[in-house]
């Protein structure tokens, strides 16, 4: 079965940092581009950030390039959001999302990833 278990979100001040985490199951990570997206309320799919395996390239929207760090650790199927700088617009559910080809920056909805996790709340209060 495969499952994508993102955790660490919470509720935060403008200007602080928060670290998300997203542990992966059932399914060959390695072989996956990784991506965090967001949905702030109401508005549609964001993406947020992707990073490939192997040689670990990452790519960020203009919106978060600066304050945010994606990583991810193939030994332990973990796919990391280091958050950086918060502003009250970064609040959103956060989802961590798996295609074997791509990062998605296009998509508009999860289910056009391979796979894609429940979510975790980020609330960034001004």
């Known amino acids: 079965e495969v499952q994508l278990v993102e955790s660490g979100g919470g509720l935060v001040q403008s200007g602080s940092s928060m670290n998300l985490s997203c542990v992966a199951s059932?399914?060959?990570?390695?072989?996956?581009?990784m991506t965090w997206v967001r949905q702030p309320p109401g508005k549609e799919l964001d993406w947020v950030a992707s990073?490939?395996?192997?040689?670990?390239?990452?790519y960020y929207s203009d919106s978060v390039q600066g304050r945010f760090a994606v990583s991810r650790d193939d030994s332990k199927n973990t796919l990391y959001l280091e958050m950086n700088n918060l502003r009250p617009e970064d609040t959103a559910v956060y989802y961590c999302?798996?295609?074997?080809?791509?990062?998605?920056?296009?998509?508009?909805?999860?289910?056009?990833?391979?796979?894609w996790g429940q979510g975790t709340q980020v609330t960034v209060s001004s």
């Open positions: 990073v490939y395996s192997y040689y670990g390239n990452s």
């Open positions: 059932g399914f060959d990570f390695v072989d996956y581009v």
């Open positions: 999302a798996a295609d074997t080809t791509t990062g998605g920056h296009y998509y508009t909805r999860l289910d056009e990833y391979d796979y």
